[in-house]
Every structure is written in structure tokens, then in C-alpha cells.
């Protein structure tokens, strides 16, 4: 397949069943073929008479094996229908998807406020974005690959600290492997693998994801940092880690590897039992008694502060909101639900989700609750928009002015 076939397929949601009003929203999807991995553009075309006020908030529904992002601002610009100019505020977003086949998009809520005119007050829309489907196609000769990109090139770089080599038991080695491709959103690249040899213990930190945009185009980077804690002598090896990606100018299969790495770990040095003589040891002892006592003495007083010290470091939304994170991490949907309904409880009546936040909450409860069930969740962007919700709140406590009216009964 040289090129992928262009079309210019444009859906509505018909606004009655005679098609005389104006749809409030369409969907304008420039191709119905891809690649596996690749990009796939679409439009939401949100209209209206007057002109719009605030944000659109978007429910994007939730796809086994497939990432569906918003991109960029919005562009408004004005269009005739039905004899009359409508303001368009058109949207563009994103769709990446792993799984090979027809894949259908379903109907998804769309809410925006707009005026009737230029003046007047601002009025709310709820409206459905149409279904519509898309071809996704596996490459031929990737059938024993499992994740895969589209994209013209790709880069990945990896840098340690210390660089590997001869070490001991209990040393650390932290490793970042970095992969960039255009027109490939960060979130869409493939965590780094964790493979290693027994012997070694290995943790993965919170991956950093972040695109470049410009002109409609944009780099994708995602950034793994790996721990791996030397436990065993020996000479321990970590695997080459190898990228696959589909060109779709050549078609082909493109590869870069980097190299595996050995880490000779010598055994912990046997304790000889001997003392320096050189050095009196009596200090020591006194000062340990002498702490040792003074604890004993004051273990009370110590216990409570350091209980209070604890509680003030760890309220219970702090730890709860920690539980939810650690069932987002696991992809424990039911975990993630308890733990989500426990941390709204302790916000009080006034807390308002943002809409990146409802939106990964629906895809939650859809996941738990509607037909979906048996597919696998991905706690992902729940705890991304659930950790951009508590930055937010704790930026609005440090900024919130305090009153300059004194207290009715100090």
C-alpha cells in the first residue's frame, strides 16, 4: 500500500429527522485506512449562531488497544447553512490504535456554551459527536510483533548513571532511555521493557510523555527511567532492547537496538571481626546509652510527636489519593473505584471534577459498569488527570488571598 486512500468523509448528527435545523456537531475524518500505530486525524465541528464562551468539554469514549487525544486549540472561523452565517469552532484530534481490523468510534457527548448573537447571555449545548470508523491495518511481515508504530523515522537514546561495569552487591544503576518519532503522540510509544536476570532488581519510575507541536505537526517523546539494585555476585546481563517501527514511505520495517549490557558484580567483602585499636570506641558507647536512655525517658512525649508528625505529613485525602494512584498504576479497575469514591468523600460538597477528570472517570465506570466488561483498563489517564486535579487544587490553596475582614468570635 504506497500511499493510504484520502477521503474526505464527513459525518453529522442530525439535528431532526426532516435535516431542516443545523447539526450542532459534525465529524470531519480526512482518511478511513491506516496503519496499525498510525496517526489518525479527526474533526469535531462544534456550531452555533453566536458566538462561544468558555471551554468544550468532550467524552471520548474508551477503545481496547487504542488511544483517542485532543491536539492543539481550537480554530473558530464562520460558515452558511441553511441560508445563514454560524460561527464553526473546529477541534482536531488524534486516534493511535494497536488493534488490527474495522474499528468503529462510537457516539460521544460534546458539551459547549455559545450565544444566540454577539450580546446576550451565554447558553449551554449538550449534544452526541456521530460514530464513525476507521481500517486499521497490521503491516505485512509484523504478524509476530506485538506493539508497533507508523511513523517516517524514529530515534531512541539511552544514558546510565554510573555507566555499567564492574560493581558490588547493593550497587545502583539508573538507566534513561529516551525515543522521539514525528507525528507520534508520546503517550502512543512503548514503555520501555523491564526484562533482567535473576540477581537483580529492577524499578520502574513514572514515565515522562510530553509532544512538540508545530504547524499541525508534532514530535512525540516519552522518557523511562529504570532502577536495577545488584543483589547476587556474578556476572549479570541485561538483554538487548530492540524498537520496531512501520515506515510508510518505504514500507517497511525499520529496527534499532541498543546494545545489551553486563554488569560483573563482585561479593560482599567478608567482615574480619578485628578493631581498630586506634580509635576508642568508649565515646560511642556513651553517647548510644546516653540516647538510648534519654528515649526510654521521654518515649511517650516522642511517640505523640511523632504521631503528629506523621498525621500532618499524611492526611487521610493525601492517602487515599495515594491508593488511587497505586490502583491506577496496576490497572486494578475495581480497586481504582473504592479508592476513587473514597477520596471524593473527603472534598466536600463544593469540589467540581474538571473535565479531563470526568472524562476518565466515565471511562472507568464504563469499563466497570457497561458492556465493555472483561477488557482491560488502562489506570493511565485517570491518574494523570486525577494528579493534574490535586496540582491544581494545592496551586489555588497557595494563591487563595486571605480575608481582610477580622474574625467575628476570636
Request: net charge positive; proline share 9%; charged share 20%.
Amino acid at each position: 500500500m504506497k500511499s493510504l486512500t484520502v477521503l474526505s468523509v464527513f459525518f453529522v448528527a442530525l439535528g431532526s429527522a426532516a435535516g431542516a435545523e443545523v447539526a450542532p456537531v459534525a465529524v470531519r475524518v480526512p482518511q478511513t485506512t491506516a496503519w496499525i500505530g498510525e496517526r489518525v486525524p479527526f474533526y469535531v465541528e462544534l456550531r452555533a449562531p453566536g458566538s462561544f464562551q468558555g471551554t468544550a468539554g468532550f467524552d471520548l469514549p474508551q477503545l481496547p488497544g487504542t488511544l483517542l487525544m485532543k491536539i492543539g486549540n481550537p480554530v473558530v472561523s464562520s460558515q452558511d447553512f441553511e441560508g445563514r452565517s454560524w460561527f464553526v469552532q473546529t477541534h482536531e484530534f488524534a486516534l493511535f490504535s494497536q488493534k488490527p481490523g474495522l474499528l468503529e468510534v462510537p457516539p460521544f457527548s460534546v458539551r459547549f456554551a455559545s450565544r444566540e448573537d454577539f450580546t446576550g447571555p451565554a447558553k449551554d449545548m449538550q449534544a452526541q459527536a456521530p460514530a464513525w470508523k476507521v481500517e486499521v491495518r497490521r503491516p505485512p511481515g509484523s504478524e509476530n510483533i506485538g506493539f508497533l508504530i507508523t511513523t517516517e523515522s524514529f530515534d531512541v537514546t539511552e544514558t546510565w548513571e554510573p555507566q555499567p561495569g564492574p560493581a558490588k552487591i547493593g550497587g545502583v544503576f539508573k538507566r534513561t532511555v529516551v525515543q522521539f518519532a514525528p507525528n507520534v503522540s508520546g503517550m502512543a510509544l512503548a514503555p520501555a521493557p523491564t526484562i533482567a536476570p535473576d540477581g537483580m532488581r529492577v524499578y520502574s519510575g513514572q514515565p515522562e510523555v510530553k509532544d512538540k507541536t508545530e504547524r499541525g505537526e508534532f514530535l512525540g517523546e516519552r522518557r523511562d527511567t529504570i532502577t536495577y539494585l545488584l543483589q547476587k555476585p556474578g556476572v549479570l546481563t541485561l538483554p538487548a532492547l530492540t524498537y520496531v517501527w512501520w515506515d510508510p514511505e518505504k514500507e517497511v520495517l525499520e529496527r534499532k537496538t541498543l546494545p545489551a549490557v553486563t554488569f560483573e558484580v563482585a561479593p560482599a567483602a567478608a567482615a574480619t571481626g578485628k578493631v581498630d585499636a586506634a580509635r576508642p570506641t568508649w565515646p560511642w558507647l556513651f553517647a548510644a546509652v546516653l540516647t538510648v536512655g534519654l528515649g526510654a525517658w521521654q518515649r511517650r512525649r516522642l511517640w505523640a510527636r511523632t504521631r503528629q508528625g506523621w498525621k500532618a505529613l499524611n492526611p487521610p485525602d493525601r492517602i487515599a489519593a495515594r491508593k488511587l494512584l497505586r490502583a491506577c498504576r496496576r490497572h486494578d479497575a475495581a480497586a481504582a473505584q473504592t479508592a476513587w469514591t473514597t477520596w471524593r468523600n473527603m472534598q466536600g460538597a463544593s469540589f467540581q471534577a474538571d473535565p479531563e477528570l470526568r472524562s476518565a472517570l466515565l471511562g472507568l465506570q464504563r469499563h466497570l459498569f457497561g458492556p465493555t466488561q472483561g477488557v482491560s483498563w488502562e489506570g493511565n489517564e485517570l491518574a494523570r488527570a486525577l494528579g493534574d486535579t490535586i496540582t491544581a487544587m494545592k496551586a489555588h490553596m497557595v494563591h487563595e488571598p486571605a480575608s481582610a475582614l477580622p474574625l467575628l468570635n476570636p
